[in-house]
């Protein structure tokens, strides 16, 4: 048995075990909200991004 939630992105019921876009429903619901934070006033500290402090 698994639980479900509703996707913050878009509603739909999505479940929580094995989704490796949650608590997203899909890959496409998460680029979306990605989208958004790279678009508006969030800020968040990428474990990806270069660190260029030592030039
Ligand atoms: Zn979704």
Redesign the pocket.
């Known amino acids: 048995m698994s639980k479900t939630f509703p ?1 913050p ?4 019921p ?1 479940t929580w075990e094995g989704n490796e876009f949650r608590p ?3 890959e ?2 998460k680029l979306i909200d990605l989208g958004a934070w790279a678009n508006g006033d969030y800020t968040l500290p990428t474990e990806d991004a270069p660190q260029t402090e030592d030039s």
Request: net charge positive; charged share 25%.
């Open positions: 996707c992105r878009c509603g739909e999505s997203f429903c899909s496409r619901c």
